[in-house]
T-cell receptor
Framework: DAGVIQSPRHEVTEMGQEVTLRCKPISGHNSLFWYRQTMMRGLELLIYFNNNVPIDDSGMPEDRFSAKMPNASFSTLKIQPSEPRDSAVYFC????????????FGPGTRLLVL | GQQVMQIPQYQHVQEGEDFTTYCNSSTTLSNIQWYKQRPGGHPVFLIQLVKSGEVKKQKRLTFQFGEAKKNSSLHITATQTTDVGTYFCAGGYNNNDMRFGAGTRLTVKP
């Protein structure tokens, strides 16, 4: 199994631009999580999906952030417009059953907004 | 609300010294998981504890789950430079929610 796949691995963009992060969960997993990690705030849960349905999006910072999961094998996290404070590593993780199970993390996307 | 506190935030040790990180939940947990993140890497699952008072070992790592299922610890005996990284606990709750601690960043001086 290839594990959780994220793209791009690195993204550098200018303030105001739209950023789209992509995630392919492990085949057979039915829960998907988006996290943001910074030195100041640590690992923050942004949103999680179960069976492609958003269950908890209370961690999404503001309306500039949106996430979709159109099918079981693909999810996107979009930031529009991006701001320098959005610079962070964004991780996607997947698991089966639900949030209480072992989570398998992708390699992350390192985002830098100038 | 449900949250998991983890201390210390940082720990610097001399190689060969022991290391311990602690997690505490405000409410009873259904399980607790531990993850390790190497510098520049992503969190990787280490172990899960489910039972009250449970103790599990992985070589030099010892994981404990408190009797009340509200706290947990990870102890590393005789640290090595390969132990460097950030150790996270993640508490699972009965409502199927899971919360990560802030992590403890371990550095080891050779």
């Amino acid at each position: 199994d290839a594990g959780v796949i994220q793209s791009p691995r690195h993204e550098v963009t200018e303030m105001g631009q739209e950023v789209t992060l992509r995630c392919k969960p492990i085949s057979g997993h039915n829960s998907l999580f988006w996290y943001r990690q910074t030195m100041m705030r640590g690992l923050e849960l942004l949103i999680y999906f179960n069976n492609n349905v958003p269950i908890d999006d209370s961690g999404m910072p503001e309306d500039r952030f949106s996430a979709k999961m159109p099918n079981a094998s693909f999810s996107t996290l979009k930031i529009q417009p991006s701001e320098p404070r959005d610079s962070a590593v964004y991780f996607c993780a997947s698991t089966w059953t639900g949030a209480g199970e072992t989570q398998y993390f992708g390699p992350g996307t390192r985002l830098l907004v100038l | 609300g449900q949250q998991v506190m983890q201390i210390p935030q940082y720990q610097h040790v001399q190689e060969g010294e022991d290391f311990t990180t602690y997690c505490n939940s405000s409410t009873t947990l259904s399980n607790i998981q531990w993850y390790k993140q190497r510098p520049g890497g992503h969190p990787v699952f280490l172990i899960q504890l489910v039972k009250s008072g449970e103790v599990k070992k992985q070589k030099r790592l010892t994981f404990q789950f408190g009797e009340a299922k509200k706290n947990s610890s990870l102890h590393i005996t005789a640290t090595q430079t390969t132990d460097v990284g950030t150790y996270f606990c993640a508490g699972g709750y009965n409502n199927n929610d899971m919360r990560f601690g802030a992590g403890t960043r371990l550095t080891v001086k050779p």
